[in-house]
């Protein structure tokens, strides 16, 4: 069987990396640009930043603000690619879409209140000291 060479295929291996990249931060200059939960996302990345280096949270704090910013982050881009793979196929209200799109928006959703309690955890202590 011959392979069948995809665009994203074609140049050097150095090339190849290069344009994946170049998409990569194409989807996340589109998701900040049209998806208005990125900018919510972007805006509580910064918050918790922020709070992490006044509060001097630990290690195992960091790792876990690391981690599920970008879980939610991430989940939030995959949400945005389900929801236009489906705008692509229908444009009519249809059962199944609703419910593709409404579940994927979900799993975002499900992170975020992961993030919420998270942070809640380990800053709400450390706030209640300063009182």
Not at 39 to 46: E, L, S, V
Not at 70 to 80: D, S
Not at 89 to 102: Q, R, S
Request: charged share 15%; no cysteine; hydrophobic share 55%.
């Amino acid at each position: 069987m011959k392979q069948v060479l995809r665009n994203k295929d074609k140049g050097n291996m150095i090339e190849r990396y290069y344009k994946s990249f170049i998409h990569a931060l194409e989807g996340i200059i589109y998701a900040f640009k049209y998806e208005h939960n990125m900018i919510i996302i972007g805006f509580a990345t910064i918050v918790v930043l922020i709070a992490g280096i006044i509060f001097k949270i630990s290690t195992y704090e960091w790792f876990f603000i690391i981690i599920v910013i970008g879980l939610v982050a991430g989940t939030e881009m995959l949400n945005t690619s389900i929801e236009a793979t489906i705008d692509l196929i229908t444009t009519e209200t249809h059962p199944l879409a609703k419910i593709a799109k409404d579940t994927a928006s979900s799993a975002t959703l499900i992170f975020s209140f992961v993030a919420f309690i998270g942070a809640l955890i380990i800053f709400l202590p450390k706030i209640l000291d300063l009182i």
